[in-house]
């Protein structure tokens, strides 16, 4: 059975790093300075969260959702 999940992420400017998280899997927080690298950390951490939580599943499908705040200053 294949189980999705969306992970919400996005960009902390001051901190300098791609955060993750996801309402559907508690204590996931993934924080990592690229994309592909946040990506990874979920993919490495996401089955032992489930499994800790009961909820694992034999397949994982995963949506992220992305996020950038951007100040424009006008001209």
Known sequence: ???SLTIDARWDAQAQVWLATSAEVPGLV???DSWPAMIEEVRLVLPDLLELSDQGADKLSLTF???ERLDLANS
Do not use: G, L, N, S
Request: cysteine-free; charged content about 45%; aromatic content about 0%.
């Open 1 to 3: 059975m294949t189980r």
């Open 30 to 32: 993934v924080e990592a």
């Open 65 to 67: 959702k992305a996020e």
